[in-house]
């Protein structure tokens, strides 16, 4: 399975942009590349998911390299209540199975 | 509500007993999901469920562990003679078509604690 890397923690000042940086070389041309994150004690959430172009939606960005070997997520301006954990993750042809979440960034934003 | 819905949410429980994790997945959805978080960890994927089937069981960490859905709608886990080592947040998580862009819904997960 291919695997992503991510810094383990990260920090933003409040209302200014995050960008959450993730690596997959070994990323396949059939790799669709998902971002989740996970408030405390809560179950994680959908973010964002793309195969090669650039992606917005009303939660953040997706921007995405031209050989895919890595991605970021844009936050445009951070919140308190964007404090979390977030995850990179790779999904195949075949869905989820198999697909284990990392670590993640924990990011903290400073008010 | 219409989330996944997840019980017992604590468990707390002796070494050596049987538990039973339920998951009641989003309607509709066919594709379901099982995950387990250790403190501080990712989340280690344990099963995934195509309707009442498992096409892939290889997650789960020992035979003590099992896994079934009936009606193409709730799961139960089951964990056997239970270790310390088993202590978790067990999440359960459904997706409509369980395609590779298909939207994971998780659970609030099921906290369990083996004494």
């Known amino acids: 399975d291919a695997k992503t890397t991510q810094p383990n923690s990260m920090e933003s000042n409040e209302e200014e942009p995050v960008h959450l940086p993730c690596n997959h070389s070994?990323?396949?041309?059939?790799?669709?590349i998902h971002w989740y994150r996970q408030l405390p004690s809560q179950g994680p959430e959908y973010v964002i998911h793309g195969l090669t172009s650039n992606v917005n939606n009303r939660m953040a960005s997706l921007a995405i390299a031209e050989d895919r070997k890595s991605s970021t997520l844009i936050l445009h301006r951070a919140t308190l209540r964007d404090a979390a954990v977030y995850y990179c993750?790779?999904?195949?042809?075949?869905?989820?199975?198999?697909?284990?979440f990392g670590i993640g960034t924990k990011l903290q934003v400073i008010p | 509500g219409a989330g996944v819905s997840q019980s017992p949410s604590n468990k707390v429980t002796e070494k050596g007993k049987d538990v039973e994790l339920r998951c009641d997945p989003i309607?509709?959805?066919?594709?379901l999901y099982w995950y387990r978080q250790s403190l501080g960890q990712g989340l280690e994927f344990l099963i995934y469920f195509q309707g009442n089937s498992a096409p892939d069981k290889s997650g789960l960490p020992s035979d003590r562990f099992s896994a079934e859905r009936t009606g193409g709608s709730v799961s139960t886990l089951t964990i056997q003679r239970t270790q310390q080592e088993d202590s978790a947040v067990y999440l359960c998580a459904s997706s409509l078509m369980g395609g590779p862009t298909g939207e994971l819904f998780f659970g609030e997960g099921s906290r369990l604690t083996v004494l």
């Open positions: 070994t990323i396949s041309g059939t790799d669709y």
């Open positions: 309607s509709g959805h066919t594709a």
């Open positions: 993750i790779l999904s195949y042809l075949g869905g989820y199975q198999k697909v284990t």
